[in-house]
């Protein structure tokens, strides 16, 4: 477990590099700053454009609109992006013809990395993180890129062209991530922002999709709740219940499917890529799933879904776009999950999907 008292000497450590970088940045560079209207020209038909996204795997999905965007735009265009160990499984789902390079954390792998793409030459590189990070800084900086693009935010000396920053929780994230079109001649508000990616939707009917885990346990769904509230779907005329849990989560599955004890509720298969699972979410019907990746796989899939959502959580910046859904947050967290409101929501979206209306959805508390 991490040690808390090193947050606050991590944090110190990070100001102050932004810090430094800024000054050096403010010594060491001349150009003017650029203004919007004068980018496109200057990229041209066919400029080559490095992305940023080394985050996380569901920050990346939620990001793939902008790559469609991008080379909607561009169609000439050379895209490369950069991703992180946690996220590069997603890049096969990645559409429009793109190039990934991966930040692996080891130094001398990294450092190769960065030849080549300073080799590279990049006409453009966007920053699609909207935090201050220490390693984007440093991408950014030696990237050698012609112009940087990024949010406006505590290391925005290393961009050429910011866009403003909104608050984390008034605006969903694809919102934030679209304002960097802007300055490329797109206008956000034409662009659809749901997730695009390279799966199948291959609905099978009757099929339910329940992901019982997240990145931390006070986020996963405990499995007696879960068996429960399987039972009850498969009351309303479902045929099966298959169970999604993380590869290092798996007996939370097991478990699950254990106290269910039907045998219409049964494990999802085991598989090792992630575009296999990613057709497995898209061969569903109807998904729950507290939030992870796979919601994002499921709305490119326009799998209907009941998001599970710890109490911690005020709003809800990166809900789906494109699906019908609905939300469940439970008090005061998801250990203390009540399988009675979830399954009302099931049964409220499987009517709100059957009239195809896709709409804002009310959050139900416990």
């Known amino acids: 477990m991490p040690n808390p008292l090193l947050k606050p000497v991590e944090l110190a450590i990070r100001r102050a590099f932004l810090r430094g970088l ?20 200057r990229l041209g038909p066919e400029p080559s ?23 909607t735009r561009f169609p000439g265009a050379h895209i490369a992006i950069v991703l992180g160990k946690n996220n590069a499984a997603g890049f096969p789902l990645l559409p429009a013809n793109c190039e990934a390079f991966v930040y692996s954390k080891r130094f001398l792998q990294d450092m190769r990395m960065l030849r080549t793409i300073r080799k590279r030459n990049f006409d453009l590189m966007i920053d699609l993180t909207d935090k201050a990070s220490v390693t984007s800084s440093i991408f950014l900086a030696l990237s050698g890129a012609k112009i940087r693009l990024g949010v406006a935010k505590e290391n925005s000396v290393v961009y050429d062209l910011t866009v403003p920053q909104f608050a984390a929780r008034s605006r969903h994230i694809t919102e934030r991530v679209a304002e960097m079109l802007r300055p490329l001649g797109i206008d956000p508000e034409t662009v659809d922002r749901s997730p695009r990616l390279n799966v ?25 709740a879960m068996a429960e509230i399987a039972r009850g779907i498969l009351s309303e005329g479902v045929t099966e219940v298959l169970v999604f849990s993380a590869p290092n989560d798996r007996e939370r599955g097991r478990k699950t499917v254990r106290l269910a004890n039907d045998p219409h509720i049964r494990e999802a298969p085991y598989v ?39 109490a911690e959580i005020d709003q809800f910046p990166w809900t789906p776009i494109g699906v019908p859904f609905e939300i469940h947050r439970q008090r005061p967290n998801l250990e203390s999950l009540e399988p009675q409101p979830v399954l009302a929501l099931f049964k409220k979206l499987m009517v709100q999907s059957a009239t195809s209306i896709v709409a804002q959805p009310k959050i139900a508390n416990s």
């Open 49 to 71: 454009i490095l992305l940023l996204r080394q985050d996380r795997l569901g920050d990346l999905l939620m990001s793939s609109f902008f790559l469609v965007a991008l080379r």
């Open 272 to 310: 090792k890529e992630f575009t296999d699972l990613a057709e497995q979410i898209a061969s569903c019907e109807y998904l729950v799933s507290v939030d992870t990746s796979v919601t994002q796989i499921a709305s490119a899939a326009k799998v209907p879904m009941v998001l599970l959502f710890n």
């Open 22 to 41: 800024g000054l050096l940045g403010k010594a060491r560079r001349h150009t003017a700053a650029l203004a919007p209207e004068h980018l496109v020209a």
């Open 200 to 224: 199948r939707a291959n609905h099978t009917p009757g099929r339910v999709g329940m992901n019982v885990s997240s990145r931390t346990a006070d986020r996963s769904a405990p499995p007696a």
